[in-house]
């Protein structure tokens, strides 16, 4: 996170005595990453953190991932993964793995259950909330979220998904960490005058957080022998006892409609869409906004090969103008791979012509090693994708 915060009581010093009003000491955390080498918070706990008093196997479900083999672009619908619209689902237990690689991971859920508190302590992790509201409870402090809101959760912060009804959550989850482009940024970490958002945008957690409890259960997701793996650490204390923290890192809310589209006076390549990344991939999205304004201009994407990478599209709202006739929807995901040039639909091109304005979002992911199939793409892919671009089939 580019900026400092300060919530709650911390002392004037810190790694310095910090006491409560019986005069008991506070138990400082320093969270940092990279060795304690970039950005780091310090947390004032109640009790001490490191404290265990059960621990157990957590059995993630099918985490299995299979080539993309034959090499084809792939169409997978995820609003046919929770039938029962999520009845009983949380957002943490309840994630389906669409793709993923060696860097990232790619889920999906739909949930209308309190999630269980949970620790991802692989990498960080980017929450699009499709469609819904809910809470997300952090050991920071509480974030309220909603339609088109990134949350980036920290690896390793402790949180839950509290559902106001039900929520649907694109999980992006890193085996890296997840910050604004650094091309965005300045020496010092401040977001530049080019970026197209600003720190004015982001939302911090309202707290801290504190609760009570005995016997509290943390599900965390790991590295393991052989990919990801879970435990769940039973505590004696409830985990939200911060009475203060500072620092620059900590999860955050960006909402998508406040970024700002670069435009030109023909086409922009995908960069200019870029909101986030991480190790090896990143993140894009397209929002609504006025398009090319030459006078030859064609609004929609010319056919591209982006030749070191897989490309993930999530379409989330709007009309996207380069698939119609595709069967791309809401919900839709299209995987385009790498060594496969891909544009737009037969006609879009002749359609766009003239267009002002286009109507559509989208989150992206590029990858910048293959992508391999999860259970819950093998489950929705149509099949029928990789035809869609021959005319007159």
């Known amino acids: 996170m580019p900026y400092y915060h300060q919530a709650g009581a911390v002392p004037p ?25 970039s950005d780091s918070s310090l947390l004032y706990h109640r009790h001490i953190p490191s404290a265990v008093r059960e621990y157990r196997v957590w059995e993630l479900g099918d985490q299995s991932l299979v080539p993309n083999h034959p090499l084809v672009p ?5 609003h046919k993964l929770f039938t029962d619209g999520g009845s009983g689902v949380d957002a943490v237990t309840g994630r389906r ?16 259950t309190v999630s269980p508190y949970y620790r991802n302590a692989i990498g960080d992790e980017c929450l699009y909330v499709e469609d819904g509201h809910a809470r997300v409870e952090t050991v920071f402090g509480d974030l309220e979220v909603g339609d088109g809101d990134y949350v980036i959760v920290p690896r390793a912060t402790t949180y839950r998904i509290v559902p106001d009804g039900v929520v649907r959550i694109y999980a992006i989850e890193a085996n890296s960490h997840i910050g604004p482009p650094r091309r965005f940024l300045s020496q010092h970490g401040q977001l530049l005058e080019h970026a197209p958002y600003c720190e004015r945008d982001f939302r911090l957690p309202v ?33 939200f006892d911060v009475v203060g923290w500072d620092g620059c890192l900590y999860p955050y809310v960006f909402n998508i409609r406040d970024f700002e589209p670069i435009t030109g006076r023909v ?45 993930v599209m999530f379409y989330c709202g709007g009309d996207y103008e380069a698939r119609k006739g595709s069967g791309i929807g809401q919900g839709s995901i299209s995987l385009h791979p790498g060594g496969h040039p891909h544009g737009p639909q037969p006609g879009a091109m002749e359609r766009s012509i003239g267009a002002e304005f286009f109507d559509e979002l989208a989150v992206m992911v590029d990858t910048f090693r293959p992508l391999h199939l999860g259970e819950a793409a093998r489950a929705t892919d149509d099949g029928t994708y990789a035809y869609s671009w021959e005319q007159n089939r």
Request: proline share 9%.
């Open 13 to 37: 010093k810190r790694h310095t005595q910090h006491r409560d009003p019986d005069g008991n000491l506070y138990y400082e955390e320093l969270m940092g990453e990279e060795g304690f080498s």
């Open 74 to 78: 792939r169409h997978l619908s995820t």
């Open 97 to 112: 793995l669409l793709l993923g690689n060696e860097d990232v991971r790619l889920a999906y859920a739909v949930a209308d």
């Open 207 to 239: 707290g801290p957080k504190l609760a009570e409890g005995e016997n509290v259960e943390v599900y965390i997701k790991h590295r393991g022998a052989g990919g990801v793996v879970g435990t769940v650490h039973t505590l004696p204390n409830h985990p």
């Open 267 to 311: 086409h922009q390549p995908p960069p200019a869409h870029q909101v986030f990344e991480g190790h090896n991939f990143v993140i894009c999205n397209f929002v609504p906004r006025k398009v090319d304004y030459h006078p030859l201009a064609v609004p929609v994407p010319y056919y591209h090969s982006n030749v070191d990478s897989d490309e």
